[in-house]
C-alpha cells in the first residue's frame, strides 16, 4: 500500500464548498468546488472531497492531512438559529447581558433609532446562585452546589433548553467555582451542553466574559453535531487522519478540541485566507497586503503588515461582544450573491444574499432578484458558456431581464448603466470597509498590494484598486479557493491568557515568571494531545500593555530578559503606529498571553515555466464585448485561459482571464503581469479618475 501523499483542506462558504489537495509527491494542486448544501452542511463537504479525489484519481486513503474550516457556528448566530440557551451566574448578577457597556458602537453614532442587539438569552432564562470569589480569587462565600443542581434542573425541565453557559464573578482570578458548577451540571444533565467562561477565557470583564460564554453555548450543539457527523462519515469512508478545524485567530486545531471550544472556530472560514495572505506577503517579500475575499455573501478582508496579519482579542459578532483571539477581519454583506433592491428610490445592495439556494437569477433556480452575479453577466464579465468550467447552465439573458425590470425601470436608466451601478455601489461599500482597518488606523493603502481571492475577489478587485489608488493587485493561483489554501498553509496554534492588572515596572515583570510557567503548562498538555514533535513547538509570550487609565491596551512581545523600559518603548512605538501618538505616561499591564504553535510542513511555492523569448505576447483564445469602467463604454476585451499564461507574459487591458472557477477583469487603463509563480499582478498603467458613490450604498 502506496503511503497517504495528499494534504487537503475544505471551505464551507454561503455559496460554494471549496476542496483543494496538494500532492506531496509531484507538488500539483488540484481544486474543486461545489454548491453549499444549507439544509445539511456535512453532505456538501462530502461531495467536495469525493468530487476532489475524483478528479485526481486518489481515494481517501491516500489522504496525508485533512484542515477544515466552516462558518457554521457564525450562520448560527448571524441568523439566530442557534440552541435555545440559558445561564447560571452570582446571585443578584443576573441581568449582566441586559446592562452591557454604555458606549454606543462607532459606526451608529450618529444614528439616533440605533438599538441594540437583543440579548441571545431572555430574563427567565438567566439564573444566579450562591458563592462569591474576590479579584484576587479567594473565596468569600462558598459555592452553593445544591443552588446549581436546583437552576439547571429549572433550565433543562421547566424551560426544556439544550444549552447552559455559566459565567461567575472573577473566574479568571480562580475558576474553581466555575468548574465544580460544570461538573455538576454535566453529571445531572448529561445531554445538555455546558461552557464554563474560564474554559474560554481568563481575562476580566464579566459582561465581555458573559457574552463570550453564551455565544459558546449558542453554538455548541450546532457545532458539536455538525462536526461529529462529519467526523464519522470520513471515518466509514476510510479517513485515518486526523480531522483539524481552523482557529477564528488562525492556526489549526483538532476536532476534539474544537468541540470543547466551538467558539473558536467561528471566524474559520475566512481565517484560512488571512493565514494564506500572510503566507504569500512573506514568501514573495511584500511588506504590505491587504487580503480581498470575495465570496457569495461576504467580503472580508485583512491588514497583514510587515508580515504579521492584524489581531485582536476583543471583538464584536453582530453587536454581540467576543472575548477571544482572532484576526481583525472586516467583513460586510456583500458578494457575488448580494442582491440589488430599491430603497424608496435608492439603489442598494446587500447585505441580503441569494446564496447557493435558489441564488443569481442567471443560475435559473428560482432566484427573481438581480445580484452581483447578474449585473456581471450583463456587462459581458462573465461568459455563461464557460462558467465553472462549463459545468454550470447558466443564463446571461435572464440576468439582463430581471436587472431591467428590478433596477434600471425604476432608475429611470438604460440597462447597461443600471448593471454598472450595482457594481459601483459594491465597491464603494467596500471601499468603506477597508478605510476603517487602513486610513482610519493611520495606514495608508497606496502602500499596500490587495491580494484578491474568492470566486468574484478578482472580478471585483482592479475596480477596487481603481478607487483607492492602490497600485498593484495580486490575484494568486486558485483565487477561488484560496481560503482553503491558506488551511493548508496553517500550523496547530493555542493561545492561553490570564489577567495581571498590575503596574509596568521590574518587580512586577519577575513576579511575572509564575504566571506564564503555568500557562505553558497547560500549553504542553494540549500540544501533547496533539503529539506535536519537541522539535515542531514554538511558544511566545506577549503582554497587553496600555498607559495608566487607559481602557483598551496593546499587544507587545515579551522576550527574555526584556526590562520595564524595554516593553514600554516597544509600546509607545506600537502605539504611536495605532494611534498617530505615544504619550509619556507610566504603562500598565492588563494581561499576560503565551501562544503555543505546533509548526507543520507547508508546501512550498512552486515556479512555473517562463516565457522563451522576452516581451513574446500569450495567444488570446478569444474576444467578448464587455464594459469597460476605465472609458464607462463598451469594449472589445481579449480573453485568456490561465492555464495558458507563463512568467513573464504581459497583456494590456481591457482584457479577461478565466480559469473556471473564476474570472480576472481587468480595464484599459490597467496591465496584467505574469510573476514567476503564476500570480498575475495587475497594476495601472496612469493616473485614474475615480467614481464616486455614496459611502452609504445608495446611487
Not at 505553558?520 to 500540544?527: I, K, T, W
Not at 514554538?538 to 487609565?549: A, C, S
Not at 499591564?589 to 512552486?606: D, E, H
Not at 483564445?621 to 485561459?641: H, N, P, Q, Y
Amino acid at each position: 500500500m502506496n503511503a497517504p501523499r495528499l494534504k487537503v483542506a475544505v471551505d464551507i462558504g454561503g455559496t460554494f464548498v471549496d476542496a483543494i489537495s496538494y500532492d506531496t509527491v509531484n507538488g500539483e494542486i488540484s481544486v474543486y468546488k461545489v454548491s453549499t448544501t444549507p439544509e445539511e452542511p456535512a453532505r456538501g463537504v462530502l461531495g467536495g472531497i469525493e468530487g476532489l479525489l475524483d478528479s485526481v484519481g486518489s481515494d481517501i486513503a491516500d489522504i496525508e492531512s485533512f484542515a477544515h474550516g466552516t462558518t457554521l457556528g457564525l450562520n448560527a448566530i448571524l441568523q439566530r438559529n442557534g440552541a435555545t440557551v440559558g445561564i447560571i451566574t452570582n446571585e443578584g448578577f443576573s441581568d449582566l447581558l441586559e446592562i452591557a457597556r454604555a458606549a454606543i458602537p462607532s459606526s451608529q453614532m450618529y444614528n439616533f433609532s440605533y438599538q441594540r442587539p437583543a440579548p441571545l438569552v431572555p430574563r427567565r432564562h438567566r439564573l444566579g446562585v450562591p458563592g462569591r470569589l474576590d479579584a484576587q480569587g479567594d473565596e468569600v462565600t462558598p459555592l452553593d452546589e445544591a443552588a446549581v443542581v436546583e437552576a439547571g434542573r429549572v433550565l433543562v425541565e421547566e424551560h426544556g433548553l439544550t444549552s447552559i453557559a455559566v459565567c461567575f464573578l472573577h473566574s479568571y482570578a480562580d475558576p474553581s467555582h466555575e468548574r465544580r458548577a460544570g461538573e455538576l451540571l454535566r453529571e445531572a444533565f448529561p445531554g445538555v451542553a455546558v461552557s464554563i467562561s474560564s474554559d474560554l477565557t481568563r481575562e476580566y470583564r464579566e459582561y465581555e466574559r458573559t457574552s463570550t460564554v453564551t455565544l459558546d453555548a449558542y453554538i455548541r450543539p450546532v457545532l458539536n453535531d455538525y462536526i461529529g457527523s462529519l467526523e464519522g462519515k470520513l471515518a466509514d469512508g476510510g479517513l485515518t487522519t486526523p480531522l483539524h478545524i481552523m482557529r477564528s485567530g488562525g492556526g489549526a486545531m483538532s476536532a476534539a478540541v474544537a468541540k470543547q471550544a466551538p467558539l473558536m472556530t467561528v471566524l474559520s472560514g475566512p481565517a484560512g485566507g488571512v493565514v494564506g495572505t500572510t503566507f504569500l506577503a512573506r514568501e514573495l517579500g511584500v511588506a504590505n497586503m491587504l487580503s480581498f475575499d470575495v465570496g457569495g455573501t461576504s467580503v472580508d478582508s485583512c491588514v497583514v503588515v510587515d508580515g504579521q496579519p492584524s489581531e485582536v482579542h476583543e471583538a464584536e459578532i453582530d453587536g454581540l461582544p467576543l472575548l477571544l483571539p482572532i484576526f481583525d477581519i472586516r467583513t460586510i454583506g456583500a458578494g457575488g450573491g448580494s442582491i440589488a433592491w430599491m430603497d424608496e428610490g435608492l439603489l442598494k445592495v446587500g447585505p441580503r444574499s441569494a446564496g447557493a439556494v435558489p441564488g443569481p437569477v442567471a443560475y435559473q433556480n428560482g432566484g427573481t432578484e438581480p445580484t452581483v452575479t447578474d449585473a456581471a453577466f450583463a456587462l459581458g464579465f462573465l461568459d455563461p458558456a464557460a462558467f465553472l468550467g462549463g459545468q454550470m447552465a447558466v443564463s446571461a439573458d435572464a440576468a439582463r431581464a430581471a436587472i431591467a425590470v428590478k433596477v434600471a425601470e425604476s432608475l429611470g436608466l438604460d440597462e447597461t448603466t443600471a448593471a454598472a451601478s450595482i457594481l459601483r455601489i459594491l465597491v464603494a461599500r467596500t471601499v468603506g470597509a477597508l478605510r476603517e482597518i487602513t486610513i482610519e488606523r493611520g495606514l495608508d493603502p497606496r502602500e499596500f498590494t490587495l491580494l484578491a481571492f474568492g470566486g468574484a475577489g478578482p472580478l471585483l478587485a482592479p475596480m477596487l484598486s481603481r478607487e483607492m489608488g492602490i497600485k498593484t493587485t495580486l490575484v494568486p493561483r486558485v483565487p477561488a479557493a484560496f481560503s482553503a489554501f491558506g488551511m493548508l498553509m496553517s500550523d496547530l496554534e493555542f493561545e492561553f491568557a490570564a489577567t495581571a492588572l498590575k503596574p509596568l515596572d521590574d518587580d512586577v515583570l519577575d513576579g511575572l515568571e509564575d504566571q506564564f510557567v503555568e500557562l505553558e503548562a497547560r500549553a504542553v498538555a494540549v500540544l501533547d494531545q496533539q503529539e506535536v514533535a519537541e522539535d515542531a513547538r514554538d511558544y511566545v509570550r506577549t503582554l497587553d500593555v496600555r498607559y495608566r487609565g487607559q481602557e483598551h491596551s496593546l499587544p507587545v512581545e515579551f522576550r527574555s530578559g526584556d526590562t520595564a523600559a524595554d516593553v514600554l518603548a516597544a509600546f509607545n512605538d506600537l502605539h504611536a503606529v495605532r494611534h498617530g501618538h505615544a504619550m509619556d505616561e507610566p504603562g500598565q499591564i492588563l494581561s499576560l498571553r503565551l501562544k503555543a504553535v505546533g509548526v507543520q510542513p507547508k508546501p512550498p511555492l512552486v515556479r512555473i515555466d517562463a516565457v522563451p523569448d522576452a516581451g513574446s505576447a500569450p495567444v488570446a483564445i478569444g474576444t467578448r464585448r464587455a464594459f469597460d469602467m476605465a472609458t464607462d463604454d463598451w469594449a472589445e476585451f481579449r480573453v485568456f485561459d490561465r492555464a495558458g499564461l507563463l512568467a513573464g507574459h504581459r497583456i494590456p487591458g481591457p482584457a479577461i482571464v478565466e480559469e473556471g472557477t473564476s474570472t480576472t477583469v481587468f480595464f484599459g487603463d490597467q496591465v496584467l503581469v505574469v510573476d514567476d509563480y503564476g500570480h498575475l499582478a495587475i497594476t495601472q498603467t496612469a493616473a485614474t479618475p475615480t467614481t464616486t458613490v455614496p459611502s452609504g450604498g445608495a446611487l
